[in-house]
């Protein structure tokens, strides 16, 4: 019998009791106990980080990406950002599926003999200002992010309640209809372009005062299609010609882009397949 309570493991038989102990295979920087990990889910599996360090690179984040420098943008509203709370994400079953997707990646990689070439970050920044590029590690858990398969550190806007969901079961691409580079879940390099979807009255970055939600995620890109046009209506990754093999995600670079009424002003990241990414942090903020 085994008490996860107690962590402990009983022979029914002799009634001898020993410790039990655990291997999870999960980052040594998460804090919850085995049993915490292991028992079924009620609320948010959550963990409040007071780490000042942490905080100063999420407040970067926040104030210095993509457009904020520009007084000419609403991305501007960014430089005044305030942390409410960050939370880190322990969930181990997201954690498990997260990394047996990243291993089917290298299997599937290694197979078709793909060669993944890493995105740039910091496309939209200013100059040489590249803070989402220098400050991937602090995010990482003290696990190296996986450079076989392309793995970032990359943001997603949501709300309060949507960021609930997302610590519980992982994110969902079906949740996303219409969107410009075809259905999936969206990330960005920059907080500004994250910020668009946070507000509960506007579909568009904005000064209001509500509470923001972002989530910082670690993200499988593996072997990524550069798109150069919009792909409204579709709910796969383009397949190679030449090999008949899906790309693993979409990476929207800044710049002109077939079917755009305008410029493409910020990165954006697209996958299809929800187990290519793990929620690390909901990061509450507000103007």
């Not at 022979?11 to 998460?30: H, I």
Request: with cysteine; charged share 20%.
């Amino acid at each position: 019998m085994v008490d996860f309570q107690r962590m402990q493991h009983t022979n029914c038989e002799t009634n001898r009791v020993r410790g039990l102990r655990l291997s999870l295979g999960v980052p040594e920087a998460w804090t919850s106990t085995p049993a915490a990990l292991l028992q079924p889910l009620e609320a948010p599996p959550c963990r409040e980080v007071r780490n000042p360090d942490l905080l100063a690179k999420v407040r970067d984040i926040l104030q210095s990406t993509g457009h904020a420098w520009d007084n000419s943008q609403v991305c501007s509203c960014m430089q005044t950002a305030r942390i409410k709370s960050i939370q880190r994400i322990e969930n181990w079953s997201l954690w498990q599926r997260y990394k047996a997707k990243r291993a089917t990646m290298r299997r599937e990689h290694a197979s078709y003999e793909v060669s993944v070439t890493p995105a740039a970050l910091d496309l939209d920044a200013l100059g040489d200002d590249l803070v989402m590029t220098g400050n991937q590690s602090a995010f990482d858990f003290d696990e190296a992010l996986s450079q076989d398969v392309d793995e970032k550190i990359l943001l997603h806007g949501t709300s309060g309640q949507n960021a609930n969901d997302i610590a519980m079961n992982g994110f969902r691409h079906q949740t996303c209809h219409g969107a410009m580079y075809g259905d999936g879940v969206y990330f960005a390099s920059s907080a500004c372009k994250s910020h668009e979807t946070t507000c509960q009255h506007h579909k568009s970055a904005c000064r209001c005062t509500c509470e923001r939600t972002l989530i910082i995620a670690r993200v499988a890109l593996g072997d990524a299609y550069y798109a150069r046009e919009t792909r409204y209506g579709q709910s796969k990754v383009p397949i190679k010609t030449e090999s008949g093999v899906a790309y693993d995600s979409i990476v929207v670079n800044p710049g002109r882009i077939a079917g755009h009424n305008s410029t493409q002003m910020h990165q954006e990241f697209v996958i299809v397949d929800d187990e290519q990414a793990y929620p690390c942090y909901v990061v509450q903020y507000e103007l």
